[in-house]
T-cell receptor, first 113, second 113 residues
């Protein structure tokens, strides 16, 4: 079973602060995705990264894919209470096929006003 | 319109009874997935489908079966529900097996008493 480790597991910060969460594996991904999930709802896709070293920005969120395609990070600038949620990374491993993404356990993020 | 709906949203059932959860999509996507989400385990793949009548097992398939007789519907059946199957079940769809994000339903919260 492929493992995808996310850290930290929990993070609570004040509004306006910056933060970074991480997603790591010992295996190489062909692609990696980040999702945000709010209570009582399904995960919602934020971004897909495919190329090693790739950086994508979505407003105040910056996603980076590691050069070796084994890790990724999500950086949030000037966090807002609306950023609160469970952030999940999910990887499609090289050689993986229709059998789906492997998900990390997530980072629970709370932004306090 | 969400493009993917799950029913029911909530269900309480007794140990030993069969239960069927339904996932319906209007996106005409080829791939459909059933995941369960549990504290401490994250999202784990139960079964997936890569076309009508084409299904395969995921990581935690014991005690579950699926059927896909039409592109738009993917059914998950708990043959004889057990308390360990108390969970939140999510259906997801994707147009491709590689590099495309999943669209998730809102989930079904199942309690087995």
């Amino acid at each position: 079973t492929q493992l995808l480790e996310q850290s930290p597991q929990f993070l609570s910060i004040q509004e306006g602060e910056n933060l970074t969460v991480y997603c790591n594996s010992s295996s190489v991904f062909s692609s990696l995705q980040w999702y945000r999930q709010e209570p009582g709802e399904g995960p919602v896709l934020l971004v897909t990264v495919v190329t090693g070293g790739e950086v994508k920005k979505l407003k105040r969120l910056t996603f980076q894919f590691g050069d070796a395609r084994k890790d990724s990070s999500l950086h949030i600038t000037a966090a807002q209470p609306g950023d609160t949620g469970l952030y999940l990374c999910a990887g499609l491993y090289s050689g993986g096929g229709a059998d789906g993404l492997t998900f990390g356990k997530g980072t629970h993020l709370i932004i306090q006003p | 319109d969400a493009g993917i709906t799950q029913s029911p949203r909530h269900k309480v059932t007794e140990t030993g009874t069969p239960v069927t959860l339904r996932c319906h999509q209007t996106e005409n996507h080829r791939y459909m997935y059933w995941y369960r989400q549990d504290p401490g385990h994250g999202l784990r793949l139960i079964h997936y489908s890569y076309g009508v009548k084409d299904t395969d097992k995921g990581e935690v398939s014991d005690g579950y079966s699926v059927s896909r007789s039409k592109t738009e519907d993917f059914l998950l059946t708990l043959e004889s529900a057990t308390s360990s199957q108390t969970s939140v079940y999510f259906c997801a769809i994707s147009p491709s097996s590689v590099n495309y994000g999943y669209t998730f339903g809102s989930g079904t919260r199942l309690t087995v008493v």
